[in-house]
């Protein structure tokens, strides 16, 4: 059984020597690495290079492309019955391919979804990462929907799925893939301990982390997933309009205390959703560190909106119509 490790990658001069170097000391090595660079202006292509000359497994193709796209051609030009993916800015465990590989043993496994380390270098990015992805408290292994910076399936799981959708965008474009992989039967196993480390948001701000939330908000619109193959109504687009809901209330609401020159009911409307924020994330965020959550809560709420609005701007037709999935 072989398999490939195929990435797309943009401007990952930082990160890239760090993951092709995990890649080369895995325990199970890769049959072959297939990189497709978007088109990066920095010295990513370079320090791949300089891998190739010592790692002849490695293939590289630079064409400027988006996200999906560049995952397509990686795809395309492997030469493996698997495929396993990681994003640039994630470092794998030494044994990350091993335990993802493990389980095609079994004939009837299609996908392994593995997961993700995300670590923080202060209370602000621990606080920030539970808005971004997964925490490890929340990982449900019967739920959890497969992340491209961690999984494995076979090629011809993308080749009846006709490959991940280039038109999402950069985006939203793994969710609508194995969300389709899930109505279409594919059978998938949660591999919690198949791990890459999310270096990316180790460090992240609150100006990165309202561009990344907005840009999640867009690819969920855009996705068209309205009804999760597992998880319902529970759908992230759903729980987006949820959020207009919410402040379209409390805005309602202000206008009736402006009428009736009474604020009481803002202050009390105010402290219970901070009170909501903060219990919500009881399970992951502790101590100290809950007084960052109402912060980070608001500012994720407009990221959400406005991401949105933007997507509805940009193609409002396509958008609204539901997509299905079958």
């Not at 925490?135 to 491209?148: A, K």
Request: charged share 25%.
């Amino acid at each position: 059984m072989k398999v490939s490790v195929c990435i797309t990658v943009f401007n990952e001069e930082k990160t890239i020597g760090k993951l092709l170097k995990a890649l080369s000391f895995q325990t199970r090595k890769p049959d072959e690495i297939v990189i497709v660079d978007g088109g990066s202006t920095d010295n990513t292509v370079d320090i791949i290079k300089s891998f190739q000359e010592k790692c002849p497994y490695i293939r590289l193709l630079v064409e400027e492309s988006n996200i999906p796209r560049g995952r397509n051609l990686a795809i395309s030009l492997s030469k493996s019955e698997i495929i396993a993916t990681t994003d640039g800015g994630c470092i794998p465990y030494l044994d990350w391919l091993e335990k993802l590989v493990y389980f095609f043993r079994y004939k009837e496994i299609d996908i392994v979804a593995g997961f993700y380390d995300m670590p923080a270098k202060s209370p602000l990015t621990k606080t920030i990462s539970c808005f971004l992805g997964v925490p490890e408290e929340r990982f449900d292994p019967v739920s959890f929907l497969p992340s491209t910076r961690s999984v494995a399936f076979k090629k011809e799981v993308w080749q009846s799925l006709g490959g991940f959708d280039e038109k999402i965008g950069n985006t939203g474009e793994d969710t609508l893939f194995f969300a389709k992989a899930l109505t279409r039967g594919f059978k998938i196993v949660r591999a919690k301990d198949a791990r890459v480390v999310w270096q990316e948001i180790s460090d992240i701000g609150i100006k990165s982390f309202f561009k990344r939330v907005a840009n999640y908000a867009k690819g969920d619109l855009r996705s068209g997933i309205w009804i999760h193959p597992v998880k319902g109504l529970m759908s992230h687009n759903i729980k987006n309009l949820t959020i207009f809901l919410r402040y379209f209330v409390f805005i309602f609401a202000l206008y009736l205390m402006v009428l009736a020159k009474n604020f009481y009911l803002f202050w009390i409307l105010l402290f219970l959703y901070f009170f909501w924020s903060i219990w919500k994330w009881r399970d992951v965020v502790f101590g100290k560190d809950r007084i960052y959550l109402p912060p980070v809560q608001v500012v994720s709420d407009f990221a959400v909106m406005a991401g949105f609005l933007l997507a509805l701007l940009e193609e409002p037709l396509r958008i609204l119509k539901l997509r299905r999935l079958n």
